[in-house]
């Protein structure tokens, strides 16, 4: 059975891999901007990281499948002492990288993106369907892609830091800005 399945799955992906029209690209990221946002009651803050790394592809297989990878440490905020707060109650120490696994319908076009995204942080994995990006410009080997994320910490098992007894909102804007580039076509 098990000989059976493998030979299934190899003889559909090599009609995929030769349908007409079904020419795969790749993607690699070149430039991010990746913040997240935080809200007390007494104050907002906002940390930035430009150090993401990706690649994607489209045609290989049913629609688009993108990763990105972010280390926790290079967030900054502008106060060093939250930045470490930070990485210390997202357990950066043991879970260094938020890990995101996205997929889409079909290669990316100017206007609304609708995604589906696999996030791995802090330890836990949480799947957020249907999140909506805009995909703002589009060359022939290039893409800029930006949206926000709405995730909250109570999703990934993050203890909510609090100033003066009040604990920061549960919900945490993800606001990303990233420029894919086209690393081949077949």
């Known amino acids: 059975m098990r000989v059976f399945a493998t030979t299934l799955l190899l003889i559909s992906t090599a009609l995929f891999a030769s349908a007409p029209g079904a020419a ?3 993607w690699t990221l070149k430039q991010s901007k990746i913040a997240y946002h ?4 007494l104050h907002k803050s906002e940390g930035v990281s430009v150090a993401a790394k990706g690649k994607g592809s489209c045609g290989v297989g049913p ?3 993108f990763r990105i990878a972010v280390p926790v440490k290079t967030f900054e905020s502008g106060d060093s002492n939250r930045d470490l707060h930070m990485q210390e109650i997202t357990r950066a120490a043991s879970f260094p ?9 079909s290669a990316p076009e100017e206007g609304p993106l609708t995604v589906s995204l696999e996030i791995a942080f802090a330890g836990r994995s949480r799947t957020y369907g249907a999140v ?13 892609v930006t949206g926000e994320i709405p995730l909250k910490l109570s999703d990934f098992e993050v203890e909510r830091p609090s100033l003066l007894g009040v ?3 549960d919900e945490v804007a993800l ?3 990233a420029v894919w580039e086209e690393t081949s076509s077949n």
């Open 24 to 26: 795969a690209t790749t």
């Open 38 to 41: 935080v809200d007390h009651l």
């Open 63 to 65: 629609g688009c499948a």
């Open 97 to 105: 990288l938020i890990d995101v696994k996205a997929r889409f319908a």
């Open 132 to 144: 909506a990006l805009a995909v703002v410009s589009r060359t022939p080997d290039a893409v800029t």
């Open 167 to 169: 604990a920061v909102k």
């Open 175 to 177: 606001t990303i800005e």
